[in-house]
């Protein structure tokens, strides 16, 4: 275990119970921006582990007959906390993230947009029948205790984006945050315990060892879960022996095909960001850019005036647009990809420039004359680096683009967006977007087809997620 040489915060305990605890193990966090522990955090035990899941099936008792508008009050007031603190809580994603100020605050704003949507939804049951013979009604039943497992990109809107479907849906959750941005989620838990009863939302802290744990807990009823296809593998086969409902929200290679009507000069800015933000660790962000041949140099030169704009570095420094990639192991992997394709003779036409000394720097990369079989064109680099591709036939482009396991998102660029549709029904994914990528929000439902994951967050269908039928059937 290393030891944080500075701890400039309040440190966030573990929630269990209602109650803030401390462990005799801890968790070092790393500021990606300097390569050094800034913080260490309690790491939660497995006996911690039965006591929060014991505290859960008390509180779920309770919660689950709570009104649903009244459940729905609570949530409000989650927002509001959240609302009052955003300063702080974006300081601790900024610092544990990695991305400038103003877009942590940026993600602490989006994921009041579930509480806005999950807080107002109504949920009525389904009458099938009714009728002198009888009455048929589904109901959608909470499921029991949530485990919620999530990522480090969006480490706070991934919780949010958890926490607030399931409770409304009368759940209780209990959610463990990577091991690599754990501080901003256990502040959350503090907080929201002025909102909620003890029990309904605990936090737990904890490495891979703790996720695992969650997946085999006879007392875990559903496990919803962010983060990699080979986890979410592990995690579907671990939950099988309980048989645990699992939500799994994956990874991608996300294509985007440029068609030969767009217009550089109109879809550049918006095809760069599609790739960029968060420095390109967005598990929909654009990660194969299919170009028509004839068109190549000219989406060369709209891409490379923006990636020229964006100044890498802290997220505390003025007029920084760009973090680094988050940790050390993800950087190893960017740099293995491009060092594999530039040794395959890829041309790297863009490559900017980034701080000097310790942190997880890699500059914003646009690289051209790569194919399939690249493994930076195959495998998710997940950082900013973004492999252009050409195309002279758009039914080869479709059937490239589609040549893969993953299924997450996927993108049509044009000048005629009505007609793109047709393009867009042949991509298989669960999104398709037309002139943007990606678009998550809390109103429309959002998950990957084949191997980037099973089921889906968001909307009405991402808290039936959380639900299990129930149907009433009387004889009369
Ligand atoms: P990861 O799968 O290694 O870790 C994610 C979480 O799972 C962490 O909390 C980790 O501690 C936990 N974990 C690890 N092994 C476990 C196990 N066997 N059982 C239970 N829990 C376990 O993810 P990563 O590689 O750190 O994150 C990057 C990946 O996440 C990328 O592939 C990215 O595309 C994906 N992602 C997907 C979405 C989405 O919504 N589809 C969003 C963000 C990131």
Not at 85 to 114: F, H, T, W, Y
Not at 116 to 126: A, K, R
Not at 295 to 322: F, I, N, W
Request: charged share 20%; aromatic share 6%; proline share 6%.
């Amino acid at each position: 275990m290393t030891t944080a040489t500075t701890t400039d915060y309040k440190v966030p305990q573990l929630t269990i119970d209602g109650t803030t605890q401390g462990s005799a193990e801890t968790l070092s966090v790393i500021d990606p921006s300097t390569a050094q522990p800034f913080i260490e955090v309690p790491s939660a035990t497995l006996d911690q582990l039965d006591e929060a899941v014991a505290a859960a099936r008390r509180a779920f008792a309770s919660w689950r007959l709570v009104p649903l508008g009244e459940r729905q009050d609570a949530i409000r007031a989650v927002g509001e906390v959240v609302k009052a603190n955003i300063d702080e809580l974006a300081e601790l994603v900024m610092r544990e993230q990695g991305k400038p100020l103003g877009n942590a605050k940026g993600e602490i704003m989006a994921s009041l947009r579930q509480v806005d949507f999950f807080g107002t939804l109504e949920m009525d049951p389904e009458v099938i029948k009714d009728d002198e013979t009888g009455r048929v009604e589904v109901r959608h039943d909470p499921i029991g205790v949530v485990g919620g497992i999530t990522v480090w990109n969006y480490p706070f809107l991934a919780a949010m984006f958890k926490l607030v479907p399931a409770l409304v849906a009368g759940n209780v959750m209990i959610i463990k945050p990577s091991p690599y941005t754990p501080v901003a989620t256990l502040r959350l838990g503090e907080l929201l315990q002025e909102a909620l009863p003890p029990g309904v939302l605990q936090v737990l802290a904890g490495g891979d060892e703790l996720g695992r744990a969650f997946t085999t807990h006879p007392g875990i009823d559903k496990i919803s879960f962010t983060g990699s296809v080979p986890t979410g593998k592990a995690i579907m086969a671990a939950a099988s022996e309980t048989l645990k409902r699992v939500t799994l929200e994956l990874g991608g290679t996300d294509a985007g095909i440029v068609l030969e009507d767009a217009d550089p000069a109109v879809i550049g800015k918006d095809l760069f960001w599609a790739a960029f933000s968060n420095s390109g660790q967005v598990c929909a962000a654009l990660k194969r850019l299919y170009v028509p041949e004839s068109k190549l140099e000219e989406y060369s030169a709209v891409l490379a005036e923006e990636a020229a704009k964006v100044v890498v570095g802290p997220g505390t420094q003025e007029g920084v647009v760009a973090g680094p990639v988050q940790n050390a192991a993800q950087l190893a992997q960017v740099k293995r990809l491009a060092d594999d394709a530039r040794s395959n003779g890829a041309d790297f036409f863009f490559e900017g420039e980034i701080p000097d000394g310790p942190g997880y720097w890699f500059p914003t990369t646009l690289v051209r004359n790569v194919a399939e079989g690249l493994a930076l064109v195959d495998e998710e680099p997940f950082g900013p680096i973004l492999p252009i591709l050409t195309y002279t036939d758009l039914d080869d482009a479709i059937e490239r683009a589609n040549a893969t396991s993953y299924g997450l998102g996927a993108s049509v660029w044009t000048s005629d967006p009505d007609a793109a549709v047709e393009v867009a029904e042949r991509l298989e994914a669960g999104s398709v977007w037309v002139n943007q990528h990606p678009v998550v929000t809390a109103s429309v439902p959002f998950g990957g087809v084949k191997q980037s994951g099973l089921g889906v967050e968001g909307s009405r269908y991402g808290i039936l997620a959380y639900t299990n039928i129930r149907v009433i059937s009387v004889k009369r």
